[in-house]
């Protein structure tokens, strides 16, 4: 397993942007899909976005496309999910996720996204 942490979470206005950072710790890291996840209070957790394990291929959910932007640097054991033009429906918790796409066995603790209209 990889051990993950995300940052750069935090209170952005409607139509603001943050960019969220997953620090990964073990040489896997680069072996691995990574994906972006999200769960707003009351709700279930939701896919927002993927990323291959060599940045060859991303997959984004319909609400996000076109405003969010997923990337990954293996050299810094990083990856990113860039958010733009962010509205009230984005606020929730997010968290990176490494692994194979729908079995993902490692997980970050999450960041907070609030965005205030």
């Known amino acids: 397993q990889v051990q993950l942490v995300e940052s750069g979470g935090g209170l952005v206005q409607a139509g603001g942007s943050l960019r969220l ?48 932007t997923i990337s990954r640097d293996n050299a810094r054991n990083t990856g990113f999910l860039r958010m733009n033009n962010l509205n009230s429906e984005d606020t929730a918790v997010y968290y990176c996720a490494a692994g194979v796409p729908g079995n993902y066995d490692s997980w970050g603790q999450g960041t907070q996204v609030t965005v205030s209209s």
């Open 21 to 68: 950072s997953c620090a990964a710790s073990g040489r896997t890291f680069s072996r691995h899909a990574m994906g972006w996840f999200r769960q707003a209070p009351g709700k279930e957790r939701e896919f927002v976005a993927r990323i291959s394990w060599n940045a060859g291929i991303t997959y984004y959910a319909d609400s996000v496309k076109g405003r969010f």
